[in-house]
């Protein structure tokens, strides 16, 4: 069995705080350390980890969330304002359907218009846009075993096969990296009595790298996909 997508981990100036707006934001509660419990469509946790670094460039990825009417739309809005969030201009032109806001550090994050046929039936957190080729996405398609679902002048997306959020791969050209890493990352559990070295070397043989030698201290790893993102592999608890 494939290790599976457990968590986003968003570096933060202050997880508390980011902690409660994406709880209150997905309408989710929050768990330890840090941690707002899975969403129904996305089946994965949102973790926020300390860092001294603030937010130089756009992130490489970001939520899509979708609206059931113009009403539902604008409640989004409000409710990520009062929240602490703000709009953001990653140069749209102010005639598109969606809106673009960002959290209070800064992540962007964009608010769907109503009637979005390739988000119909994904939930409240649509889809999970991605800079990346599509090498990367036929990666992570056999990394999770999730199915393609799109494939098409370089853009990939795949899903869960339960459905839910949708990752998708906008193809070149790419954006350029700001600092070391990037500042959402995917984090992958292997399910309990799996064996992390041998999912550690089933990833590599798609195509990933080590990034911290060939270690498995603590039973976490880090590796990077084809396009270089840094991403963890570590047992279940």
Request: aromatic share 8%; hydrophobic share 40%; with cysteine.
């Amino acid at each position: 069995m494939p290790s599976y997508l457990h968590a986003l981990t968003f570096d933060a100036l202050d997880p508390a705080r980011l902690t409660r707006f994406w709880a209150g934001l997905l309408e989710q509660e929050t768990g330890d350390d840090f941690t707002v419990l899975p969403a129904r469509d996305t089946g994965f946790l949102l973790r926020f980890v300390a860092t001294d670094e603030p937010k130089s460039v756009q992130n490489r990825l970001h939520f899509d969330l979708t609206s059931a009417s113009e009403d539902d739309q604008r409640a989004t809005v409000a409710r990520a304002l009062e929240l602490g969030g703000h709009h953001a201009d990653i140069g749209q032109t102010g005639e598109e359907g969606h809106v673009v806001l960002a959290d209070p550090e800064g992540n962007e994050f964009c608010v769907i218009e109503p009637g979005n046929n390739f988000l119909a039936g994904c939930g409240f957190v649509g889809a999970l846009p991605c800079d990346g080729t599509q090498a990367v996405g036929y990666f992570w398609s056999r990394a999770l075993g999730w199915p393609l679902v799109w494939d098409q002048d370089e853009e990939t997306a795949i899903q869960s096969p339960a459905g839910g959020t949708k990752i998708t791969w906008g193809g070149p050209p790419l954006m350029p990296r700001g600092g070391d890493r990037d500042r959402i990352r995917f984090d992958l559990a292997v399910p309990a009595g799996e064996d992390l070295r041998a999912e550690v070397d089933r990833l590599v043989s798609l195509g990933a790298k080590h990034l911290d030698g060939d270690g498995h201290d603590g039973g976490r790893v880090t590796l990077a996909d084809p396009d270089g993102n840094e991403f963890a592999v570590h047992l279940a608890r």
